[in-house]
């Protein structure tokens, strides 16, 4: 038995086609663009590549977004002022504050100048506090709020393929801020019986293996073996971790790495993206699975952008 | 083997008197009793009589307490007035909004009418959203915030009691916004591994029976047997259900009952107050457990005050 394929690749053509006609419609109706702010500071060629990235995607869409870089010893309160100033600004109606902030900046003070109804990336306390209150699924709705984009991907995921959540086990795999913790309110929202565990979980593969839905968010590239997945369990892999894998023993190096223990040097193989799930060994266990590349990483972008959507709708 | 009790009575007694000799250094520092807003509006006997036990136990204390009673139709307009100038006023360090509120108010507005700075009762998203990110115990604090007395006090036990939490299954029974959710997280930070369930866990007895340590917040007398505790496990009980015991089957009726489904007349019977936990059956098999009466109980109030004390201190 082979796992069906959560094809977050297609799913995300899906929802940028849904999204497209959305924003069309949008500003058709209101004569503007939903429009994003990128506030970003410092020179750290991946953190500029994305920012661009994201402009370009966004532009594919109708949206704007628009890029405020800054040197990265701008001082903190001309910082605080630029984002203060865009949660001012009318014509904003979401800001991103791009990560990592340079050395010495207080982040904290950074994220509370943001506008929570700007905060599409759902960073801000007041949106991860209001995630953390809503009612369960179908019992009320609490009041609108933004979810990282991330975890909303995977459990649009889950909606999309019609798994069921409610009553399931759900295992968390990670507590980071902007994956495992949203995700785990998520699936409790959806009525799952969920456990978080980390690097301090006493016995990992015993406790994913009482899951019926596993997911792992935990950026340590093929952590989560075939034996630590419950044959026929929905697995929803948010790990994309750069590696080298070895063309000789196949074992997976630093992306930086020369040589492998095994002997075999390693300076032409290009880096590959792999999860944090073994997927070869896995998708022989499990019921459903997202693959490394094209699972949960599409879905990512296109839940950002229709935050950005919702974002311009309530302003 | 019986249970070592959990003794949150005492506990509770000697937080009180710490507490008292922080507040009266703090009076003699700066010169002012740390102050307490209570905000409630209708003539609900029990919110009238909590809202003046409140005012005379903080008193006891050197706190300052000041009931800010309107009527059940004061116009939500209003209502956000009075917390906003409450949030407003210097002399004002902590804002309770005692529930229920009136039907038809907008709870979500009035709560977010609250400073979250003196929101002591740590009911505001953004407070629920800063414990829901803070990092994990011992990797550097987060932004200062409170948590709901209630879990505060359950965590306080666990701490006194030396109770080891880290790499321990600790498994949450409900996911209230004032109990269960906050406790999950409180736990989680401790570098437990944590589930929660509620209602629509598949098989509740057996998901309680993993647990190292469980925390009973569902609000149903008696619901957790005995054989739902793992031998030697830590029990904290969070529930206090009023019930009327029968004299006769030792059934526990609801608190207005006038006779028990066994034929006993219940009419003279005094209503008694249980947790969530059979603890007589439960402290044969528990390693340690907190009673009901006696056990989490006393220790809100005590929670509230630090609290209380926390925010002038910060104001």
């Known amino acids: 038995m082979t796992a069906t394929i959560l094809d977050g690749k297609s799913l995300a053509k899906?929802?940028?086609?849904?999204?497209?006609?959305?924003?069309?419609?949008?500003?058709q109706d209101?004569?503007?663009a939903p429009t994003m702010a990128i506030v970003r500071a410092g020179s750290d060629p991946a953190s500029e590549w994305y920012a661009r990235t994201i402009v370009r995607t966004m532009e594919r869409y109708g949206l704007q977004a628009v890029e405020h870089g800054r040197p990265a010893d701008i001082a903190q309160a001309d910082l605080l002022a630029l984002v203060a100033q865009l949660s001012a600004d009318p014509g904003v109606h979401g800001i991103m504050i791009q990560e990592p902030?340079?050395?010495?900046?207080?982040?904290?003070?950074v994220i509370?100048?943001?506008?929570?109804?700007?905060?599409?990336?759902?960073?801000?306390?007041?949106?991860?506090?209001?995630?953390?209150?809503?009612?369960?699924?179908g019992r009320?709705?609490?009041?609108?709020?933004?979810?990282?984009?991330t975890p909303a991907g995977g459990m649009e995921i889950l909606r999309r393929y019609d798994i069921p959540l409610s009553g399931k086990n759900a295992v968390v795999l990670g507590r980071s801020n902007i994956v495992g913790k949203p995700m785990a309110l998520l699936l409790l929202r959806q009525n799952a019986t969920v456990t978080v565990c980390h690097s301090r979980t006493a016995d990992l593969p015993a406790v994913c293996r009482q899951a019926d839905v596993l997911a792992a968010a935990v950026g340590?590239?093929?952590?989560?073996?075939?034996?630590?997945?419950?044959?026929?369990?929905?697995v929803i892999d948010f790990g994309t971790n750069p590696v080298k894998p070895c063309p000789a023993c196949g074992a997976h190096n630093a992306e930086d790495a020369a040589g492998c223990a095994c002997g075999?040097?390693?300076?032409?193989?290009?880096?590959?993206?792999?999860?944090?799930?073994?997927?070869?060994?896995?998708?022989?266990?499990?019921?459903?699975?997202?693959?490394?590349?094209?699972?949960?990483?599409?879905?990512?972008?296109?839940?950002?952008?229709?935050?950005?959507?919702?974002?311009?709708?309530?302003?």
């Open 264 to 315: 075999q040097p390693l300076d032409e193989v290009k880096v590959a993206w792999v999860g944090d799930v073994d997927f070869e060994a896995a998708e022989k266990v499990a019921g459903m699975i997202t693959p490394v590349p094209g699972g949960t990483g599409p879905m990512t972008n296109v839940m950002l952008m229709r935050n950005l959507l919702a974002a311009a709708r309530r302003s």
């Open 112 to 137: 509370a100048a943001l506008d929570p109804r700007k905060d599409v990336d759902g960073v801000h306390p007041a949106n991860a506090g209001l995630l953390a209150q809503a009612p369960p699924a």
């Open 14 to 27: 899906e929802l940028q086609a849904e999204l497209k006609s959305d924003v069309e419609a949008f500003v």
């Open 220 to 234: 340590r590239a093929h952590m989560v073996q075939a034996d630590w997945i419950r044959p026929g369990a929905v």
């Open 101 to 109: 902030l340079p050395k010495g900046m207080d982040r904290a003070a």
């Open 140 to 149: 009320g709705e609490g009041a609108p709020f933004f979810v990282p984009a």
């Open 30 to 32: 209101k004569g503007f």
